[in-house]
């Protein structure tokens, strides 16, 4: 779960998604309430999930497809011992699954954010965001901030939401998709029900969402582990620092993955965080 926990933070500047004390915190607002949910690792097969505000069929639904509790690796791991260096992250991570945002706007609000700039730079940002727009749910000494609803950046300022750093571009594109899902002009159930080139293609559509931004949406929001987010110069130098060769062709590898390339995505996220690369000490 730590490492599932892990990618799904990236950083530990994510206010959102916190782990303290093994234990993986995460608050909603459910009807304008607080929610809490708190997942604990019982033992290597099992985790305990416990809730508040939440149904406890709502809260094993997110614990499940926020922590990629059913996902099944096999095809993967099949995968990864084609290639050696991915093969030597995969036994580094054993027990990665893919994890998921818990609702499609904040995988659009998350991929917008995150365009063509560090994933540093685009954490601070996010942080700034969400502290301006949400209230904190306070849990024992932690203080929880729930991700802010489509209604909620509608609502922001200009001068609100460029304070946290966003570029006037970025500004519109999150209005722009904020306002076509508070209106139902494309749904989770939509693009969950559309193979995955159908769906991207129905993503590209949204105002700010290009090929780059529909395969993270759909990789990171919806688990399509065969989609891989292309054009990425800082993945491009990730995958040939972690593998050793500075001439590595990344689509000779994703090739071989087939169906489970978007693995290596988390992979990669990881394997740099915690220094995975040949040689490195553990």
């Not at 509608?154 to 209005?175: C, P």
């Not at 996220?269 to 220094?275: D, E, P, Q, V």
Request: charged residues 20%.
């Amino acid at each position: 779960m730590e490492l599932t926990v892990d990618a799904l933070r990236r950083l530990a500047s994510n206010a959102v998604d916190i782990a303290v004390d093994g234990a993986y915190l995460r608050a909603f607002a459910q009807d304008g309430e607080p929610a809490v949910l708190r997942v604990m690792q019982a033992d290597a097969g099992h985790v305990r999930v416990q809730a508040a505000g939440l149904t406890s069929e709502r809260a094993l639904a997110l614990t499940e497809r926020m922590l990629g509790i059913k996902s099944n690796m096999r095809a993967w791991e099949r995968s990864a011992a084609k290639v050696p260096w991915v093969a030597r992250l995969a036994r580094a991570l054993r027990g990665l699954r893919p994890p998921r945002y818990p609702t499609l706007w904040e995988a659009c609000a998350h991929a917008i954010v995150f365009q063509q700039i560090s994933i540093h730079a685009a954490s601070a940002i996010m942080l700034r965001l969400v502290r301006a727009l949400v209230e904190p749910v306070r849990v024992d000494d932690v203080a929880l901030l729930p991700f802010p609803a489509p209604d909620a950046l509608v609502r922001a300022s200009d001068e609100t939401l460029r304070a946290a750093g966003l570029s006037a571009n970025k500004v519109a594109h999150l209005r722009a998709v904020a306002h076509a899902l508070a209106c139902g002009e494309v749904t989770d159930e939509e693009i969950e029900q559309l193979p995955t080139p159908a769906a991207a293609e129905r993503l590209v559509q949204l105002r700010g969402i290009g090929a780059w931004s529909a395969a993270v949406v759909l990789l990171r929001g919806f688990g399509r582990l065969d989609t891989f987010p292309m054009r990425d110069s800082g993945v491009a130098r990730t995958a040939a620092l972690l593998s050793g060769n500075s001439l590595l062709d990344l689509n000779e590898v994703l090739d071989s993955l087939g169906a489970t390339r978007g693995m290596l995505y988390y992979h990669l996220l990881l394997g740099r965080l915690r220094n995975l690369t040949p040689g490195a000490a553990d």
